[in-house]
């Protein structure tokens, strides 16, 4: 059954909201009273359809319906999650969470996306505090994982254990705060960090792209993968963290900072940041710029998921939940029907996936293929663990027919056939498709090997039966046209 989310606050925050909700199959109602808020949602919906899909190798859920509405009483009733994202000013969003309470489910999540007030505050004066909580995300919300959960004594633990459920099937990180405190956890860094970067540049010791530049060729790239503590202890080597508190530790008592005063926001220093600003990156539009963005987000998060490592673990532990719902996970002995194509891939091409001409470059094309093998492998017992024993398959041909254009963001999916299954040998045929239009053929030619001699052997009793299964099965299929075919051959 299709869940249902509202969204109360379309701008850049709740229109990431409403893109993280509907991709993964949620239905989503949005309230805003702004006149273009439909235009802003459909904006950020645009960006978010382009990146999101790209984080995972699997394709996401069918996505959900969006709809507006003109009350806040007809976007809540009967919805599951309400994320509230109005402007912070704590007499509108009481009174927004007032109405909210006045017309939504008691079991529903309240979630509001403050970045400064703690939910002891938000829940002042409300009808049911229990369900009001602090969900704080991070831009752009359909791309970044962290979310920032924090209850208030008042807050009921059954909500929050359904919050940090629901946030975590949707892909995401709830950081559960472990206590009320004024900006949470991340946004105490950040406004550090902008302190002492609104010092450099008043002092004229950096510009603003040179601060830029010191963080995002420096320590920003060891943040990303490492964080702040981890980074550290690294850095004391073989003795880690002690090793590190003792060497630099002194340096603390060192006057380097005035994270406890900020400079007085001056017209002059106002226009000297943006100056600056534009002087730095003024040559691209904030549209150029949210794009580049996405694309390096969702670059990184993927060399971080191919290490599982960081957000890219949080991103594998997302894309298994996808396969088991989408049924990808399967076994051969699972499935009760195999005589026709079994389906090995279903995914988005990603976005690094494309190349120069704007279309999936040939090398993905093999990797899609290499991956559909691999997944029927897996399908007929020759998994990881079975890998661990020392037998696999070795791929010894491949030919591959480019017949149509694949774009990223394209949905697509591989059928598996297979040609021939017995003893060492295993032939598959496997057809690419875009919905009903074929891409690609893909023909592998594969030898169980011995891992300790690299020489052909038999594989377990338990993988030659399934392969037979499929084998005899397929044998009724016609035979696919291009099978066998050489390069260059005439029709």
């Known amino acids: ?144 994982p962290l979310i920032e959960v924090v209850p208030s004594p008042a807050t009921n633990a059954a909500h929050v254990t359904k919050a940090k459920e629901t946030l975590t099937s ?78 630099f530790g002194p340096a603390l008592k060192w006057p380097w900072t005035k994270l406890m005063d900020v400079p007085e926001f001056t017209d002059e220093l106002v ?54 719902q989408s049924g990808l996970d399967a076994r051969v002995a699972d499935i009760a029907d195999v005589s026709q194509p079994l389906v090995t891939v279903h995914r988005t091409v990603p976005l690094d996936w494309t190349d120069y001409n704007g279309h999936m470059n040939e090398a993905k094309y093999l990797q899609a293929f290499g991956d559909a093998t691999d997944r029927f492998m897996e399908m007929i017992g020759c998994d990881a663990a079975y890998i661990a024993t020392g037998g696999s398959y070795f791929t010894a041909e491949t030919h591959i027919r480019h017949v149509d254009e694949a774009h990223a963001g394209a949905v697509i999916e591989v059928r598996t056939q297979v040609l021939m299954g017995q003893g060492k040998k295993m032939h598959l045929w496997h057809e690419m498709y875009e919905a009903d239009r074929l891409l690609a053929t893909g023909e592998h030619f594969l030898l169980h090997v011995s891992l300790e001699s690299r020489k052909p052997c038999d594989p377990s009793a338990e993988i030659v039966s399934a392969l037979e299964r499929v084998a005899v099965a397929h044998a009724a299929l016609p035979s696919p046209q291009g099978a066998g075919r050489a390069v260059g051959q005439r029709p």
Not at 3 to 16: L, N
Not at 136 to 141: A, D, K, S
Not at 207 to 233: C, K, P, S, V
């Open 170 to 247: 949707l892909g995401m990180y709830p950081l559960q705060v472990r206590k009320e405190i004024d900006a949470h956890i991340a946004d105490r860094f950040l406004e550090a960090v902008w302190r002492e970067a609104l010092w450099l540049v008043k002092d004229g010791v950096a510009t603003t792209e040179e601060i830029d530049n010191a963080i995002r060729y420096g320590f920003g790239i060891r943040w990303a993968q490492m964080g702040l503590f981890d980074t550290y202890r690294t850095a004391g080597g073989e003795a880690g963290m002690r090793h590190f508190m003792a060497q």
């Open 1 to 144: 059954m299709t869940k249902t989310a509202a969204i109360v606050g379309g701008g850049v925050i709740g229109g990431g909201w409403a893109a993280r909700f509907l991709l993964n199959g949620w239905d989503v109602r949005v309230f805003d009273p702004d006149p273009e808020a439909q235009r802003k949602m459909d904006e950020a919906l645009t960006n978010a359809r382009r990146a999101m899909p790209g984080l995972v190798d699997v394709a996401m859920p069918a996505e959900g319906v969006m709809s507006f509405h003109t009350t806040i009483e007809d976007a809540v009733t009967g919805a599951e999650w309400i994320q509230e994202s109005v402007p912070e000013r704590l007499d509108i969003k009481h009174k927004t969470l007032a109405e909210i309470q006045a017309a939504c489910l008691a079991s529903a999540v309240i979630g509001s996306s403050t970045s400064g007030f703690k939910p002891s505050e938000l829940q002042d004066g409300a009808a049911n505090p229990g369900q009001i909580m602090v969900c704080h995300p991070f831009n752009p919300v359909y791309l970044m």
């Open 271 to 324: 226009d000297l940041i943006a100056g600056q600003s534009d002087a730095q990156s003024g040559h691209m539009s904030i549209a150029d710029m949210l794009r580049i963005r996405d694309n390096n987000l969702v670059a990184m998060m993927r060399a971080l998921k191919a290490q599982d490592f960081g957000a890219g673990a949080l991103m594998n532990a997302h894309e298994q939940h996808l396969r088991a």
